[in-house]
């Protein structure tokens, strides 16, 4: 099977192929140049490199949110104007879910942390064995909130949890804030996975194609949880 990953949830842009359960090809940039610019690229130069034509591929996976609204709106006309023209499905992959798939076998709570600013974040908790386990959906938060969360679950369903492991571009904005209120031993990811990943993406994509959780590209549409800034100030100024 092979699968395109493509995540543009924030300000990481990366693409990826997996060819049975192998990464063939990553390219992850984190820098200033938008994900217009960057996209469609470094799809081209990964399936250049990995010698799989588009054609070939069995389905696309996105991030499909939360995140950045300008991003996922890119992410989201790549993904189906790719799947339009190769007719091949789209694996839409929770924002949350595929960050917290970055930690697949970590003790303890996930809790990735997506900035959305106004003191909140995008977030869910997790658990990451074999699969991922959702103990709390995705949703925006305000970040005392979610340290609050956090430490009511050091038991969940009678199971104690030694640990929390922080990842995203949300805990370095807000970890004065985590670091001061939480009160279960926690630690944040490494860099090499502490932002989003088109492997992950791409990797937890598959096992959700398998669960036949994919749509077709007319009907697959990204997952903003919140109206964007530029509609919420319309309907202030309506009101």
């Given at each position: ?115 959305a600013r106004r003191n909140q974040v995008y977030t869910g908790i997790y658990q990451v064995k074999g699969n991922v386990e959702v103990l ?12 609050e969360k956090v430490n009511e679950m050091a038991t969940f369903d009678g199971k104690p949890f030694s640990e929390v492991t922080f990842l ?72």
């Amino acid at each position: 099977m092979k699968i395109l990953g493509i995540d543009s949830s924030g300000m990481v842009a990366s693409v990826a192929i997996i060819q049975d359960d192998v990464i063939k090809a990553e390219y992850t940039m984190n820098h200033k140049k938008t994900h217009s610019e960057t996209l469609l690229p470094m799809i081209d130069e990964i399936v250049k490199t990995s010698e799989i034509r588009l054609e070939e591929l069995d389905a696309i996976a996105i991030a499909a949110g939360p995140g950045s609204f300008t991003g996922l709106r890119i992410g989201a006309a790549t993904a189906k104007g790719l799947a339009m023209a190769i007719d091949k499905p789209i694996i839409p992959v929770k924002t949350c879910e595929g960050l917290a798939f970055n930690m697949w076998g970590a003790d303890g709570l996930i809790v990735p942390m997506i900035d959305a600013r106004r003191n909140q974040v995008y977030t869910g908790i997790y658990q990451v064995k074999g699969n991922v386990e959702v103990l709390m959906d995705q949703t925006p938060m305000d970040i005392h909130e979610l340290v609050e969360k956090v430490n009511e679950m050091a038991t969940f369903d009678g199971k104690p949890f030694s640990e929390v492991t922080f990842l995203g571009d949300g805990f370095p904005i807000y970890e004065d804030v985590i670091w001061k209120e939480i009160k279960l031993p926690c630690k944040t990811a490494p860099a090499s996975i502490s932002r989003q990943r088109a492997a992950s993406v791409a990797t937890y994509g598959e096992i959700l194609y398998k669960e036949k959780k994919f749509v077709n590209a007319d009907d697959f549409a990204p997952e903003y949880l919140r109206k964007s800034q530029a509609e919420r100030v319309r309907d202030e100024k309506s009101n």
